[in-house]
């Protein structure tokens, strides 16, 4: 059984930076597409950032191009979030996401094709 666990959330003041990881336990590889997305207080969920298995594409949601920085590392079967220059509109609840054999970082970066969630990290950015 994989399982997602993310970690390095917190409560930080607007303009810090946080790194966010995400690793996969129950998995002795990673050739799977893999993703961010967060909830704020009385939202939907959103996509934040996606990730190709190789690396070599990503998708950003407008809000965060330029801040943050999704990356992985297969050996370890970890993905990260950089996150600097953070914003008050960047609190909420922090999903690692992880497709199938088949799902794209567009498919991911629309919420499709999503095999297994994270039970979420809080990152709370104070103004």
């Known amino acids: 059984q994989v399982q997602l666990v993310e970690s390095g959330g917190g409560l930080v003041q607007a303009g810090a930076s946080l790194r966010l990881s995400c690793a996969a336990s129950?998995?002795?590889?990673?050739?799977?597409?893999m993703g961010w997305f967060r909830q704020a207080p009385g939202k939907e969920r959103e996509a934040v950032a996606a990730?190709?298995?190789?690396?070599?594409?990503?998708y950003y949601v407008d809000s965060v191009k330029g801040r943050f920085t999704i990356s992985r590392d297969n050996a370890k079967i970890t993905v990260y979030l950089q996150m600097n220059s953070l914003k008050p509109e960047d609190t909420g609840v922090y999903y690692c996401?992880?497709?199938?054999?088949?799902?794209?970082?567009?498919?991911?970066?629309?919420?499709?094709?999503?095999?297994?969630w994270g039970k979420g990290t809080l990152v709370t950015v104070s103004s």
């Open positions: 129950g998995r002795v590889y990673s050739m799977y597409t």
């Open positions: 990730i190709s298995w190789s690396g070599d594409s990503t």
């Open positions: 996401a992880e497709g199938n054999r088949v799902t794209t970082h567009q498919d991911l970066a629309k919420g499709n094709g999503v095999n297994y």
